[in-house]
């Protein structure tokens, strides 16, 4: 039986969709835009400026932490005989002319920016394009590159085309790219237009987004997994135009890698007994906005018994504190290590299967050597044998030498509350220690409370 999740889906779906607050100031730049351009560019008319990309195309979502929202606007006010340059460079010198956009202009090579104040949700700009009448038969506009001329365009006509993929297509689309937004470094994320137009071709058919996402990863990947280079997307509207005609061989490499491990956790998720686990798989894949689901009583986990840690004396050493050395740590956890996330001691539950990576920061006026105790307490590691307590220096995920001996790693296994600390040795002198940094994990089916 499939776990009902549904509830937390709307969450994180209401989560990353635009707020009013975003919808109004985009409408606010767009209207100021559009009636300045109205009156200083000559021949334009209303109905010259319209929309284009995610917003219009109702496929937009907010950025993460740091990122910038926009929106799009085609503004029909090329001539036939105006090179691509000239338009951009016509455009931007209109916008300049204006105390409002001087010193928010940023040309750039397809359109001309106008850069506006960060806001509580992240960095906001308008992309505007000029466009004239194309000579292309089967295309309706020319679009500019700077320094590489015209290129065909259907603007209207791609906009229509999304609206008719239906409201399960553009839901799916605002959580793949929030996917996307997550996992993936922004230098190398495929582009909203092409995640779209690939969407679009395997959507999966399901009645709930948890089976409709797992199966749209497993349709993609199995699609792309057939390719060593990026294949043809063609524009739904204009055919000719190939949509991955830019996508680098490492960018297309990359999102291979993020779709297979999105397969894997989705899979996970997707077929989890436990709510909890359920939810903290997805928000694996889709950030921490999706929402937690915390069993009543795991909040209230706490370190059990930790007789079993071993003596600072079994080593020989002893401990004399020197106020001048200071010694903490920090961790990351995540599934993978190049997708990390803070994780602050005694905070959230983690799960089987996530990695953690533990930093220590040493301060002092002289060199001292750093150790690990890794303590697990509970009854899920005692029944298994797997109670830990010994001191050991810092090693890797296959349980080799760290090349850091002030970074450690461990994995998740046992539920229960865990203890880690980090030592400063000299000779045989403990002279700071940190402060207990603690793990809270649960395994699904297994309760920590006996």
Not at 101 to 118: F, M
């Amino acid at each position: 039986m499939i776990l009902d999740v549904s509830s937390e889906f709307e969450k994180f779906h209401a989560a990353i969709c635009l707020t009013q607050t975003q919808v109004d100031r985009i409408e606010s730049a767009r209207t100021a835009l559009e009636a300045y351009l109205l009156n200083n560019v000559d021949h334009l008319m209303p109905g010259d400026i319209t929309l284009q990309g995610s917003y219009a195309n109702g496929t937009a979502v907010k950025p993460v932490a740091g990122g910038e929202y926009d929106v799009d606007l085609i503004v029909h006010s090329a001539g036939s005989r105006d090179t691509a340059d000239d338009a951009l460079e016509d455009l931007a010198g209109v916008l300049l002319q204006h105390g409002t956009y001087k010193g928010k202009i940023k040309e750039k090579t397809p359109c001309v920016r106008v850069e506006y104040a960060d806001d509580y949700i992240g960095g906001f700009h308008v992309d505007l394009v000029p466009v004239r009448d194309s000579t292309d038969s089967d295309a309706p506009l020319d679009a500019p590159r700077r320094g590489k001329g015209w290129h065909p365009t259907a603007p209207d006509e791609y906009t229509t085309w999304c609206a008719n993929q239906g409201d399960e297509f553009r839901r799916t689309v605002r959580m793949l790219k929030r996917w996307r937004d997550e996992q993936q470094d922004v230098r190398h994320g495929i582009k909203s237009i092409v995640l779209q137009v690939l969407v679009a071709q395997h959507l999966a058919t399901a009645d709930n987004d948890a089976e409709r996402l797992r199966d749209t990863f497993e349709a993609l990947h199995t699609y792309l997994s057939g390719f060593a280079s990026p294949p043809v997307v063609s524009n739904p509207v204009l055919l000719d135009e190939n949509l991955t005609a830019r996508w680098d061989q490492e960018s297309f490499d990359d999102f291979k890698k993020a779709l297979a491990a999105a397969v894997e956790v989705s899979r996970a998720a997707v077929a989890a007994q436990d709510k909890t686990e359920a939810c903290e798989s997805w928000r694996t894949l889709l950030g921490d906005t999706f929402p937690e689901y915390v069993v009543k009583g795991l909040g209230a986990m706490t370190v059990a018994d930790v007789s079993h840690a071993q003596p600072v004396n079994t080593r020989g050493w002893y401990e004399l504190n020197d106020p001048r050395f200071e010694l903490a740590v920090t961790c990351s956890e995540g599934r993978n290590t190049k997708k990390m996330s803070n994780y602050p001691s005694d905070s959230r539950l983690l799960f089987a299967g996530k990695k953690l990576r533990f930093r220590a920061t040493l301060e002092g006026p002289s060199a001292a050597e750093v150790w690990w105790r890794v303590t697990n307490t509970g009854k899920h590691a005692r029944d298994f044998d797997g109670l830990r307590g010994s001191f050991q220096r810092a090693h890797d995920l296959r349980k080799k030498p760290s090349a850091d001996p002030l970074t450690h790693w461990e994995s998740t296994a046992y539920t229960g509350s865990h203890v880690v600390e980090a030592f400063a040795v000299i000779g045989d002198r403990v002279v700071a220690m940190s402060e207990p940094f603690i793990v809270r994990i649960h395994r699904a089916g297994v309760s920590w409370a006996w």
